[in-house]
């Protein structure tokens, strides 16, 4: 608008006349009258530059040396908040600060993500070799080494599970008498579960008595049911010969010469892996 106001100027035009056409331009954005006849003045007397003129202020705080600042303080304390880390800039307000962290460092206070187990490298080595062992017989024997593969897994179950209020609802009038039910606490009689399945559906599932944990021998008589399932549930998968994969815990790992009287094949089940039985 200054530069019109300086063309039009030099057309000898009146300061009304130039007011009138940037309000039927810029409309209710257009300069006040007063603005105008102070620019024409400022044409007239052969001032050449539209821009207005540098007016002095307070000078900013903030430059490379403070923002490298703040961002190395913010490194030695991850955890910070905004007001004790104002503690150390007393010469920057909280909104300026705050600007820094937010837009010229980009920080953004995020939670820490949960992870199932915390893996060593040693973990991290027996998971690569055990993954690796496994595509290696998939690519040599292909469909048929998943067709031999069973695993299983124990859990812990409730023995009754208590419904929850959406499985009470019935239909009623709004004069019908409120239905009372009793809080059940879902830590009450937990009873230990055994699954085993393969790629075609469940084969055993098995129960212990109240109180019972897995033990060795338990463990033992478990596999002979399962034995028997496979026999039952899958024709000829015995004599083919059955890859058994579970968890390496000290009773898994007591009926290995089990394993090998029946003729099976364990698969080696690296500590803390995500095994298929978990999936």
């Known amino acids: 608008m200054r530069s019109v106001i300086r063309f039009l100027n030099a057309k000898n035009k009146k300061p009304a006349e130039i007011h009138r056409q940037l309000c039927d331009v810029y409309g209710e954005h257009a300069m006040s009258t007063s603005i105008v006849r102070r620019w024409v003045r400022l044409f007239n007397e052969r001032h050449e530059n539209v821009q207005g003129d540098l007016r ?55 939670c820490a993500r949960w992870v199932p187990k915390m893996l060593t490298e040693e973990h991290k080595l027996k998971r690569q070799v055990s993954m690796l062992d496994f595509l290696t017989r998939y690519s040599e024997e292909g469909e048929n080494f998943l067709s031999r593969v069973v695993t299983g897994n124990e859990t812990c179950v409730l023995h009754e599970a208590p419904k929850s209020k959406q499985q009470s609802m019935e239909c009623r009038h709004t004069s019908s008498p409120t239905k009372t039910k009793f809080k059940q606490t879902t830590l009450a009689r937990k009873i230990m579960c055994t699954m085993f399945w393969d790629r075609k559906g469940v084969l055993l ?13 338990i463990y033992c008589d478990t596999l002979q049911k399962l034995r028997r399932a496979i026999q039952n549930k899958r024709r000829g998968m015995l004599s083919q010969g059955v890859v058994i994969i579970h968890a390496n815990t000290r009773p898994h790992t007591a009926t290995q010469n089990l394993i090998t009287t029946v003729g099976w094949e364990q698969f080696d089940d690296p500590p803390r892996q995500p095994r298929l039985s978990a999936n």
């Open 56 to 110: 002095s202020g307070r000078p900013s705080v903030v430059n490379e040396d403070v923002v490298r600042t703040v961002q190395e303080k913010i490194r030695e304390n991850r955890r910070f908040t905004i007001t004790p880390l104002s503690l150390h800039f007393p010469q920057i307000s909280l909104s300026l600060l705050h600007e820094i962290v937010s837009d010229k460092l980009k920080f953004r206070k995020l």
């Open 205 to 217: 599932v098995g129960f212990l008595p109240e109180g019972f944990t897995i033990s060795a021998g």
